[in-house]
């Protein structure tokens, strides 16, 4: 099972950018996915999360600015962000409790996609 983030970039601030995690592999079932975020010489935190159903949480920080959402048929989920301040300046990560066929669920991690926001 791999997740591919992408669509990470630099653009200025009030800007906006989409965020893309696609999962592939032998998928029995995605259930919660989530956008982690860690930004330079900070711990990393939980952005957004989309459960199974459609549900969504967010962090204070993002709230109405930011989307998740997901594509349960293309096993993709996608980040929104829209008016993006330089304190969104992090690597963003994708992560999601799958269970493959035949295994039980666990979790898995993408690799992170730099997302840059200039004054």
């Known amino acids: 099972v791999q997740l591919q983030a992408s669509g990470g970039g630099l653009v200025q601030a009030g800007g906006c950018l989409r965020l893309s995690c696609a999962a592939s592999g032998t998928i029995f079932r995605i259930n919660d996915m989530r956008w982690h975020r860690q930004g330079p010489g900070k711990q990393r935190e939980l952005v957004a999360l989309v459960t199974r159903d459609g549900s969504t949480n967010y962090a204070d920080s993002v709230k109405g600015r930011f989307t998740i959402s997901r594509d349960n048929v293309k096993k993709t989920m996608y980040l929104q962000m829209n008016n993006l301040k330089p304190e969104d300046t992090a690597v963003y990560y994708c992560?999601?409790?799958?269970?493959?066929?035949?295994?039980?669920?666990?979790?898995?991690w993408g690799q992170g996609t730099q997302v840059t926001v200039s004054s």
């Open positions: 992560n999601a409790d799958i269970t493959r066929v035949g295994l039980g669920p666990r979790g898995y």
